[in-house]
């Protein structure tokens, strides 16, 4: 069992940044992939990024490419979404979530490959 926390979620103006974090319980956490998600109103939850267990390969959404970074920590069992240039339609609700997988170098992206979902928070851009 796995619980996620996220936080950094607020209102930013346009160009702006914010680096959201996502603290996981347990013990093997570097056991899982980890991933982040965006859900704004009325649309379905769609992938944002993606890393390896090891943090070694990462994986974006063509949206956010070379505007946002995931990494991670797992001495701290912890990972991070750096958003840059932030535009309004960045407007969402940021899930992280984990995939237990034994394969340390799979990049995972569909929401029903994910185990375990954070709560969400809130990112608000205005223009």
């Known amino acids: 069992q796995v619980q996620l926390v996220e936080s950094g979620g607020g209102l930013v103006q346009a160009g702006g940044s914010l680096r959201l974090s996502c603290a996981a319980s347990?013990?093997?956490?570097?056991?899982?992939?980890m991933g982040w998600f965006r859900q704004a109103p009325g649309k379905e939850r769609e992938f944002v990024a993606t890393g390896t267990r090891s943090g070694g390969s990462t994986y974006y959404a063509d949206f956010v490419k070379g505007r946002f970074t995931i990494s991670r920590d797992n001495a701290n069992n912890t990972v991070y979404l750096q958003m840059n240039s932030l535009k309004p339609e960045d407007t969402a609700v940021y899930y992280c979530?984990?995939?237990?997988?034994?394969?340390?170098?799979?990049?995972?992206?569909?929401?029903?490959?994910?185990?375990?979902w954070g709560q969400g928070t809130q990112v608000t851009v205005s223009s």
């Open positions: 347990g013990r093997t956490f570097s056991s899982y992939a």
């Open positions: 979530a984990a995939a237990h997988t034994s394969n340390w170098y799979v990049l995972i992206w569909r929401v029903a490959e994910y185990d375990y």
